[in-house]
């Protein structure tokens, strides 16, 4: 969650969107598991998943897209793109749509470090842990 994203409006209830991003998937070169996982998982919790989008790893595109979807879904579920390689720019994306940059955290460096612990913390590893400024981790 970003903490400057809009006001919601009076008419936003308990949605939910998920955008799903990747050349891979667009291409057909991956199936999507992440989606139907999130969907199955956001029903346990109560939540009606209204809208499901794909698009490729287009920067400008997913900020548009995710701007579009906090418009209108109180909650927006992105997966696919947050990787360490040149062509994941979903972070940048959300950082661009609300406005913000980006900002390393701590807390997810040493996730990654308890994750991956016989590997050193590199460019890469900074990286996926650079996230838009104010995003709440959950």
Do not use: W
Not at 52 to 69: F, S, Y
Not at 112 to 120: A, D, I, V
């Amino acid at each position: 969650r970003v903490s400057n994203a809009r006001a919601p409006p009076h008419t936003r209830g308990e949605k939910a969107a998920s955008l799903e991003i990747g050349n891979e998937i667009m291409g057909g070169v991956t199936r999507d598991e992440n989606g139907h996982f999130l969907i199955q998982e956001l029903r346990k919790l109560g939540l009606d998943t209204v809208e499901v989008v794909m698009i490729r790893d287009d920067q400008n595109k997913i900020a548009e897209t995710v701007r579009r979807l906090s418009d209108s879904h109180k909650y927006v579920f992105v997966t696919g793109g947050i990787g360490p390689t040149h062509d994941d720019v979903t972070l940048p994306a959300v950082a661009q749509a609300f406005g913000c940059g980006l900002q390393t955290r701590t807390e997810i460096l040493e996730l990654l470090n308890q994750h991956l612990p016989n590997e050193e913390i590199n460019e890469y590893h900074v990286k996926m842990a650079s996230i838009p400024q104010g995003s709440q981790l959950i």
